[in-house]
């Protein structure tokens, strides 16, 4: 009997962790990694060190780790209201008619790209994902279309008046075209790149948004997420990075 | 630049996870470790405030077993914090007494904790008068 009441105490506290990290994953996810990751690593500084106070009985500092323990309940709240707000909302919508099939929205982006890498047509795609990204862009034209690769390559076309500006997928459409985005400021970044990945770094720098770049020159294809550029060396593999970064909610 | 291969943007996405997963951990911990429990100690008996004249006599028994109730981290580094019971004799005279000890015999490093029990309940002291030569 003994054992089985110790077995069940196992369990619930198997459980019991379980669950609270995966509450934690997800809330994590609301947010852009970098930021996420530092959100995650302050915590779990905070709650090492009230431990190792408790431990070993050093009340003041404990009493000062306790109460940033307690406010960032409040900070995070005020961090995460947009991503809790949209998730309160996603639960109260209807899902009926408004589901997009995530593989074509990036079937046809990459078929897109594809064709604009071939042509060395330098192009600037946004994808939006946890984080608005409205505040951050200047001027631009509103389009709320459906994501063909027609409509991509069109865009970019290099006589198209829009073609110099970014393209903006919101939740599966084509919101907007011709966007300026904010550069980067990293005295890093190379001198050799170009205003199209200048802007593609400067706005993930502050957003959680995949930006897909073409190079105009060397018709290379890139991916920008978090201020960091990846070269992609072929289209499905651009296809397979952008399935794993871009969640299917994001495109709803 | 700091460029960044695919693989290593995925790797963001696993840290992520490994850090959820830890902070979880410490969270559980910080429950688990708050659980109340029990910790049984022996601690020397220390005499304090000895009357001026009187010599004191080794108490018997020399140490006492304390039981100390609390939160379990508290408990963990409690036979390393020096505890000792001390029994205050100002008001005694010379000869062998029944020292009574009390739960607030023993001075505890934390407000969350308890002494639940003191075992032997009380100590034979013997106090003899010191006679100058």
């Known amino acids: 009997m003994n054992v089985l009441l110790q077995d069940i105490e196992v369990v619930r506290d198997l459980l019991d962790l379980s669950l609270a990290a995966f509450i934690i994953y997800r809330l994590a996810r609301l947010q852009k990694e970098v930021l996420a990751l530092r959100i995650l690593a302050v915590l ?97 034209t509103d389009i709320d279309a459906k994501v063909t690769s027609e409509l991509i390559s069109s865009i970019f076309l290099p006589y198209s008046p829009i073609h110099d500006g970014a393209v903006i997928i919101q939740h599966g459409k084509l919101t907007k075209a ?25 706005l993930t720098e502050l957003v959680d948004a995949v930006v897909v770049v073409v190079s105009e020159e060397t018709g290379t294809i890139s991916v920008v997420v978090g201020g960091k550029r990846s070269d992609i060396l072929d289209p499905p593999a651009l296809g397979k990075m952008l399935r794993r970064l871009v969640e299917q909610r994001w495109l709803k | 630049m700091a460029e960044m291969t695919p693989s290593k943007m995925l790797e963001a996405g696993v840290t992520v996870k490994l850090l959820s997963v830890l902070v979880a951990a410490l969270l559980w911990l910080t429950v688990m470790m708050e659980r109340p429990a029990e910790t049984k100690i022996l601690v020397p008996v220390m005499a304090e405030h000895v009357p001026a004249g009187l010599s ?51 001075q505890l490093p934390d407000r969350g904790l308890q002494v639940v029990r003191v075992a032997p309940a009380a100590v034979s002291v013997s106090l003899a008068k010191i006679t100058a030569r």
């Open chain 1, 44 to 140: 779990a500084a905070l709650l090492a060190g009230h431990l190792l106070a408790r431990l070993f009985y050093l009340q003041t500092v404990r009493l000062l780790l306790d109460t940033f323990l307690f406010s960032s309940v409040v900070v995070l709240a005020v961090i995460f209201q947009t991503d809790i707000r949209r998730a309160v909302a996603s639960f109260t919508r209807s899902r009926s008619g408004r589901d997009v099939e995530m593989s074509d929205v990036i079937d046809e982006l990459v078929f897109a790209v594809a064709g604009l890498s071939q042509k060395r047509i330098g192009a600037l795609i946004v994808i939006e994902r946890g984080i608005q990204i409205d505040n951050y862009l200047a001027v631009g």
């Open chain 1, 178 to 202: 011709g966007c300026f985005l904010p550069l980067t400021q990293n005295l890093e970044v190379s001198k050799s790149l170009g205003t199209r990945h200048r802007a593609a770094i400067g």
């Open chain 2, 56 to 106: 004191l006599a080794a108490p018997s028994p020399a140490k006492v077993e304390i039981t100390v109730s609390g939160p379990r981290i508290l408990l963990l580094m409690l036979p390393l914090s020096g505890l000792s019971c001390r029994m205050d004799m100002s008001a005694t005279q010379a000869g062998t007494i029944l020292y009574v000890l009390r739960q607030s015999s023993v």
